[in-house]
């Protein structure tokens, strides 16, 4: 049964974006010059989604078609960017909240995306560096209005390297990275944070892209790092 904080909804949107700057450099051949073929992106999305409430748990979720034309995208064996002359992504959002007592609130979201190309030379293939799965879960405690501590986990799953668009190569490992994060309020508009990002230091490798030769250069994740500070809103 809806009550008045439920919802459900669909939508339809246009989008339409021209190239960045960076987007239209050309790297190679030297010396460095714009890229005069590079097209503007556009596409549609068709959403379905809902939002329901049950006393103290809250849940939403959503499938999706997205369809795309030119999809701008980096490819190492022009040192360019180029156009993808079609792709689609379809999938669907879940995301669960719910408050376990009145001082701990807990939660999750998971993210599922089918990318593929559908027109052109890589007809077929998966999009690369377009993760099929993403999972957040967080845990927060409240014993006090003043007070926030958040404990979260955020998943992402096997992605194929840039530039791999016949995905000939191995997909990059999925990882899970930990955060810690407080916020406490001293006073009227005047808030202590800090917070810890990559908590158990994990090892992984955050992309990668495939250059000229078909080889594969990888780049690092990074390590675990800490932020503190004050903020002052008014």
């Known amino acids: 049964e809806f009550g008045s904080d ?19 450099l050309l790297i190679w051949p030297p010396p460095s010059g714009l890229n005069p073929n590079l097209e503007p992106e556009s596409g549609f999305e068709v959403e379905l989604g809902a939002e329901l409430v049950m006393r103290n748990v809250f849940a939403s979720g959503r499938v999706f078609q997205q369809f795309m034309k030119d999809e701008i995208i980096y490819d190492s064996t022009s040192g360019s960017n180029i156009n993808l002359e079609e792709t689609r992504r379809a999938g669907f959002d879940l995301s669960l909240e719910w408050e376990l007592t009145k001082s701990v609130r807990s939660g999750a979201s998971y993210g599922y995306v089918r990318s593929t190309i559908e027109g052109g030379t890589f007809v077929g293939s998966r999009i690369p560096l377009v993760a099929e799965s993403l999972l957040r879960l967080f845990l927060e405690f409240r014993p006090v209005d003043s007070f926030l501590l958040t404990l979260g986990g955020s998943y992402v799953g096997e992605t194929f390297m840039g530039s791999d668009f016949t995905n000939s190569k191995d997909q990059l490992d999925s990882y899970w990275l930990h955060d810690l994060n407080l916020n406490y309020d001293l006073s009227n508009g005047i808030t202590f944070f800090a917070g810890v990002e990559n908590l158990f230091n994990e090892k992984y490798v955050s992309t990668a892209f495939l250059d000229w030769q078909g080889l594969p250069g990888f780049y690092a994740g990074s390590g675990r790092s800490g932020r503190l500070g004050l903020r002052y809103t008014f």
């Open 6 to 24: 439920d919802l459900v909804y669909g939508a339809i949107r246009r989008f339409y974006r021209y190239p960045a700057t960076d987007e239209i």
